[in-house]
């Protein structure tokens, strides 16, 4: 029996996401006796450690995946080689890619779906016992799947790493019979963002709001994010007042985030911004408004004008790397 991974890494890249999605299967291959088979684009031998040590007992490069991104035609090879290989569990990261992809396999194969997992499911047997959060995190809730093909998701930074010792890692080449694609990528142009990881996947946010008055004082967020290596974020209104390029938007309707460390510059704290920012680890809040709501989910807060404290919070920083080197 196999837990079937399908995972977003292509040209040799691998991201956070994808491990974490092979140690969550793992985990859960663990409790039913079953080996975890990974999904991959294309993939050099030098990185087949490193899936191996997440848990991997099998690597199915397909090739093909490279420059295909018709997630309808991913869907149905995939539907089709899960039900020749009778594969009842799948993993997926809840990611862009998850969050397109499970729905419609799951469509496919009248499976049963769990997205934004935040726990090691318990597999039981009468179904899977899985936790998520809902209501933008200020609440979870437990679910059970008794279908016959089940399809989990995992939400990224939920789960701690854990290092596993297999003896070997097997590799074969996947050819996933993909059909004409309906949408075909012609062209990837890059952000200007620099080197910053992209917000997804970022372990150090700096993120602003409406409080820096306007996108001519950004150069502070920008200094600060530089110092610790964060990306760099914002409100929705700055992006709508296009202060700041819409990628940066987190919350609700923008992009929702886990770091370890999230710095919330003049930002409220209005729920909808929360939303997408509460799984952060440690939060910290810096506002001249001693009653902000954000002060109220901060690890630690600083009641203080942002253009005060942010370039001294910058200098400190600077200042105790350059003595710590
Ligand atoms: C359906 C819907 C969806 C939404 N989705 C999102 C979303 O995804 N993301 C999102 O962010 N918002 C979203 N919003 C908007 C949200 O409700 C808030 O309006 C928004 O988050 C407020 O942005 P802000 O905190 O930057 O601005 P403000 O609410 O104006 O807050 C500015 C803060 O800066 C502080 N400040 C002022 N000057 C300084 C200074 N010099 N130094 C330090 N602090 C200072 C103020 O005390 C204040 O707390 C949504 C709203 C709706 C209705």
């Known amino acids: 029996m196999a ?24 985990a859960c291959a663990d409790q039913c006796n079953a080996a975890v088979h990974v999904i991959t684009g294309k993939i050099e031998q030098n990185t087949h450690g490193v899936l191996q040590s997440a848990g991997a007992h099998r690597v199915l490069e397909c090739e093909a995946l490279e420059s295909y991104t018709d997630v309808n035609g991913i869907s149905e090879a995939m539907a089709s080689y899960i039900l020749s290989q009778g594969i009842q569990h799948i993993v997926f990261s809840y990611d862009y890619t998850g969050k397109a992809l499970a729905p419609i396999l799951a469509g496919r194969l009248n499976a049963g779906l769990i997205t934004g997992i935040t726990h090691i499911p318990v597999f039981k047997p009468d179904g899977i016992e899985a ?10 809730a437990t679910y059970v799947l008794k279908s016959e093909i089940r399809i989990l998701s995992v939400l990224p930074n939920s789960i701690s790493f854990t290092q596993f010792e297999n003896s070997e890692i097997q590799h074969e080449h996947l050819l996933l019979k993909l059909p004409l694609a309906k949408v075909k990528r012609i062209e990837v142009k890059q952000n200007n963002s620099g080197a910053m990881a992209p917000l997804p996947e970022a372990e150090l946010v700096v993120s602003a709001g409406r409080g820096l008055k306007g996108p001519e004082h950004w150069g502070i967020i920008e200094d600060l994010a530089k110092v610790i290596g964060a990306t760099t974020a914002c409100s929705r209104p700055v ?65 203080g004008d942002a253009f005060t404290v942010v370039p001294k919070l910058t200098e400190a920083i600077y200042r105790f790397k350059n003595s710590n080197s």
């Open 3 to 26: 837990i079937l991974v399908y995972t977003d890494i292509r040209n040799n890249t691998v991201k956070k996401n994808a491990l974490e999605s092979i140690q969550f299967a793992r």
């Open 131 to 140: 936790v998520k959060t809902i209501f933008g995190g200020k609440a979870s």
């Open 239 to 303: 992006a709508d007042m296009h202060w700041r390029p819409h990628h940066e938007h987190v919350g609700q309707t923008g992009i929702a985030i886990r770091p370890n460390l999230y710095i919330a510059i003049g930002i409220s704290g209005a729920i909808q911004h929360l939303a997408g920012v509460n799984g952060s680890k440690t939060i910290v809040v810096i506002n001249t408004d001693k009653d902000a709501p954000f002060f109220k989910s901060a690890d630690f807060g600083v009641i």
